[in-house]
C-alpha cells in the first residue's frame, strides 16, 4: 500500500476513535447533568410548595391586618427572592436547566468536539467563497507521474542485426582467407592417353582478429536510484542503445575501409541504375548481396523517382510502407553510414567476434562509491571484426 494512503487511512482512524470516544463522554455528562438537574428540581418543587404555604399563610394574616394587594404581592416577591427561585415575566414559560445545558451542548458541540485537551480553540469563519487551488490550497495539487520517460529516437537495424556473431574462447581469433587470385595451375582435359594430368594448387593467409572491451561507466548517486523507481531500467537501457550505436559506427567504418569490390557504375547517373549494376559487379564475382545499407536521404531519393524523370526498372519493389527490394535485397536506412554513401555486400562473409558477451552490471564498490553513496553502471563486451571477404563489399 502506498506510504502516503497508508498514512491518511490512520489519521482518518485515529479521528473516528477520537471522535466516538468524544460522543460517547457527551454523552454520559449530558445524563449525569440531567440526573443532577432531576434532583435539583425535586429540591426547587419542594421549596415552592413551602413557599406556596408560606404565602397562603401570609395571605392570610395580612388580610386579618387588612393589608393592601400592593403590600401583599411586594412580600410575596420579597419571599421567592430570598429563597433564590427565578422565574420570567408575566406569560413566561420556566426552563429546566438540564434542558438549558442540553441546549447549550448541541449548540456549540462542532466547537466544543474540535477543542482538545488542555489546548482550547477559538473558532472563526471566514466569509464563504468558492473553493480553488489559488485560494485555499497551502502546497501543490496532487499530481500523476507517468514513470516511463520520454527516451529520444531507437535505431532499427544495427550492425549486429546484419552480421553474424561467433563466440570466441579467447581475445585472439584466427581465420585463413584464400588469397586472390587462388593460386597457380588449372583443371583442364588429359590431352592423350598417359599424359600428364594438369596441376592446380591454392594459397592461402592467416588472419587475426583481436577482440577488445568496448565500454562505457557512468556513476549515480543511490539516493537518486531509490527516489525515482524507473532509473535503474532507464539507464540499462541507455546504456544498450548508445553501445549498439557506437558498435555499429567502429565496425561499419572498419567494414566499409575494407571493402574492396567495384564501384564501377558502368556509366549510370540515376542512383536506382547504380544499385543495381553494384549488385551485378558482386554478382559477377559470385557473390550474392543480402542488404543495401545507405542514407535516409538516398532512400528518400529513390521513392521520389518521379515517372517522368526516369521509370523504375524491372526488379525494384516498393512497398506503401516505404519498404524496398532490389530483386529481393532490401535497402535499409541506417544512420551509422557517412552522407550520400552506401555500402552494399554479402553480410554472411564477415562477423562479430565476441569474447565476452554484452552485459549491463551495477557496482556498489568503485572508487570512493561507498563513501560517497554512488553506484556505477557499466556495460561492456569484448568485441572484434572479422572480414572474411572484403571483396564481398562495394562502398560506393
Not at 531507437?154 to 581465420?175: A, E, H, M, Q
Not at 562479430?352 to 557496482?363: K, N, R, Y
Amino acid at each position: 500500500m502506498d506510504p502516503i494512503l497508508e498514512a491518511v487511512d490512520g489519521i482518518g482512524k485515529k479521528i473516528d476513535e477520537q471522535k466516538s470516544s468524544f460522543e460517547k463522554t457527551i454523552l454520559e455528562q449530558k445524563a449525569l447533568i440531567e440526573s443532577k438537574a432531576t434532583e435539583a428540581q425535586k429540591l426547587a418543587d419542594a421549596a415552592n410548595k413551602r413557599i406556596e404555604d408560606e404565602v397562603k399563610t401570609l395571605n392570610e394574616d395580612l388580610t386579618k391586618k387588612g393589608a393592601t394587594l400592593e403590600e401583599i404581592q411586594k412580600q410575596i416577591k420579597d419571599m421567592r427572592a430570598a429563597r433564590g427561585r427565578f422565574k420570567g415575566g408575566e406569560g413566561e414559560n420556566e426552563k429546566k436547566t438540564a434542558e438549558i445545558i442540553a441546549e447549550a451542548f448541541e449548540t456549540h458541540f462542532d466547537e466544543i468536539k474540535a477543542t482538545r485537551k488542555g489546548a482550547p480553540q477559538r473558532l472563526e469563519m471566514k466569509a464563504v467563497g468558492t473553493m480553488t487551488a489559488a485560494n485555499n490550497l497551502v502546497g501543490n495539487v496532487v499530481a500523476t507521474y507517468d514513470l516511463t520517460p520520454a527516451v529520444r529516437g531507437r535505431r532499427k537495424i544495427n550492425i549486429r542485426d546484419l552480421l553474424p556473431v561467433i563466440n570466441s574462447t579467447t581475445g585472439l581469433w584466427k581465420f585463413y582467407r584464400q588469397r586472390n587470385p587462388t593460386g597457380e595451375g588449372s583443371i583442364d582435359f588429359q590431352t592423350s592417353a598417359g599424359a600428364l594430368k594438369s596441376t592446380i594448387d591454392y594459397d592461402l593467409e592467416e588472419v587475426d582478429v583481436n577482440a577488445n572491451y568496448l565500454a562505457a561507466t557512468t556513476r549515480i548517486a543511490k539516493q537518486m536510484i531509490q527516489d525515482l523507481p524507473f532509473l535503474q531500467n532507464f539507464v540499462a537501457n541507455e546504456l544498450v542503445e548508445d553501445y549498439k550505436r557506437t558498435e555499429s559506427q567502429k565496425f561499419f567504418d572498419i567494414l566499409t575501409a575494407g571493402a574492396l569490390g567495384s564501384t564501377n557504375a558502368n556509366g549510370k547517373t540515376v542512383l536506382a541504375e547504380k544499385y543495381i549494376v553494384y549488385i551485378a559487379n558482386l554478382m559477377a564475382n559470385d557473390y550474392y548481396p543480402s542488404a543495401i545499407i545507405t542514407t535516409a536521404l538516398n532512400w528518400a531519393e529513390i521513392l521520389l523517382t518521379k515517372p517522368n524523370d526516369y521509370n523504375v526498372p524491372g526488379g525494384i519493389q516498393i512497398a506503401p510502407d516505404g519498404t524496398i527490394l532490389f530483386c529481393g535485397i532490401p535497402l535499409i536506412p541506417q544512420n551509422n553510414i557517412a552522407t550520400g554513401k552506401t555500402l552494399i555486400g554479402d553480410f554472411s562473409k564477415a562477423a562479430i567476434i565476441q569474447a565476452e558477451g554484452l552485459a549491463v552490471e551495477f557496482f556498489e564498490q568503485d572508487q570512493d562509491n561507498v563513501q560517497r553513496n554512488l553506484i556505477t553502471a557499466r556495460i561492456e563486451a569484448r568485441v572484434g571484426l572479422g572480414i572474411m571477404r572484403p571483396d564481398a563489399f562495394i562502398y560506393a
